[in-house]
């Protein structure tokens, strides 16, 4: 069974960086890409960018090149990302995405961003 | 970025009706669209993947359609446990886009 399991809640001052985390298990890591996708409270979802583990290529939405860094370790199939400067518009959930088509996704993470 | 319109934004129905949710492209995207149920509290789930391919488990009162610009997707006969926020998301082009969502609530 695929699982993509996600770090927990976030509490973060404005202006500070978080790392998040997504550890996969149920299929081998290296063969389809990790995306991250945002959920801004009781809104759409948008897509942030992709990691492919094999060769630890990445493509980034324009919005958020700035904002968030993609990184993997493929000994611990592990995917992350970091969140830099953060803002209360950057408070969300955030969930990593894996598979055709987004077909298996992460638990979420609630990042809060507040002094 | 390719825009998706999704409509309506909300539906109130009662178990046993018919259900139809639009999305429209800002340009075409071939048959590149997938279709998402979120329940309240999950994460999303893939439920229809180009367009009308029904993704593995997925019950058959769900069906998508369209191509280029227009898509559809249809609940035949809705059940209480289709609560949920549906979204329409496109994977032709990069990045890829979600539509607004629809919000399904039952009576």
């Known amino acids: 069974e695929v699982q993509l399991q996600q770090s927990g809640p976030e509490l973060v001052k404005p202006g500070a960086s978080v790392k998040i985390s997504c550890k996969a298990s149920g299929y081998t890591f290296t063969d389809y890409n990790m995306h991250w996708v945002k959920q801004s409270h009781g809104k759409s979802l948008e897509w942030i960018g992709y990691i492919y583990p094999y060769n630890g290529g990445t493509g980034y939405n324009q919005k958020f090149k700035s904002k968030a860094t993609l990184t993997v370790d493929n000994s611990s199939s592990t995917a992350y990302m970091e969140l830099r400067s953060l803002t209360s518009e950057d408070s969300a959930v955030y969930y990593c995405?894996?598979?055709?088509?987004?077909?298996?996704w992460g638990q979420g993470t609630l990042v809060t961003v507040s002094a | 970025s390719i825009v998706m319109t999704q409509t309506p934004k909300f539906l109130l129905v009662s178990a046993g009706d018919r259900v139809t949710i639009t999305c429209k492209a800002s340009?075409?995207?071939?048959?590149?669209v997938a279709w998402y149920q979120q329940k309240p509290g999950q994460s999303p789930k893939l439920l229809i993947y180009y367009a009308s391919n029904r993704y593995t488990g997925v019950p058959d009162r769900f069906t998508g359609s369209g191509y280029g610009t227009d898509f559809t997707f249809t609940i035949s006969t809705v059940q209480a446990e289709d609560l949920a926020v549906y979204f329409c998301?496109?994977?032709?082009?990069?990045?890829?886009?979600f539509g607004g969502g629809t919000k399904l609530e039952i009576k």
């Open positions: 340009q075409s995207v071939s048959n590149d």
């Open positions: 998301q496109q994977d032709y082009s990069s990045p890829p886009t």
């Open positions: 995405a894996s598979g055709t088509w987004f077909a298996y």
